[in-house]
């Protein structure tokens, strides 16, 4: 057991809101560090039925990658995001907002830190929880 009943029920939590399946490739070997993270992905892949291992040759060793069909790269404009996370019939009240410079996703430090910056050098923004 790698994580702590605290951290691993915290974590279920999370792997909930999972909607689409998401499959680790993992490097698998007889090197001690691949072993452990082995078992570190092996005992979050348990907790969720969306979550799912294959073996596959990385060229970093010990690593994994996750397979990112569905998700872009790059740039992406705000329509873009919103159509990855909403219906676009749920947006269409967006088109009555005022105009910001820069959306902050989240609520922790970071983003309050983010946001106390923005205000600083007057910066417009909305913060998106």
Known sequence: MILDNT???QLSQYLQLIEKPVIFHINFGEDAKLQELSAFVEEI???????????????LKPSFALDWADFERG?????????LVADPADVSYLNDLESFDVLIVGGGSAACSAAIYAARKGISYRNCL
């Not at 705000?78 to 159509?83: A, E, I, K, V």
């Open 75 to 83: 740039r992406q404009t705000f329509d873009s995001l919103l159509g």
């Open 45 to 59: 892949v348990a907790m969720s039925d969306k979550l799912s291992i294959t073996e596959k040759p990385l060229a």
């Open 7 to 9: 951290l691993k029920q």
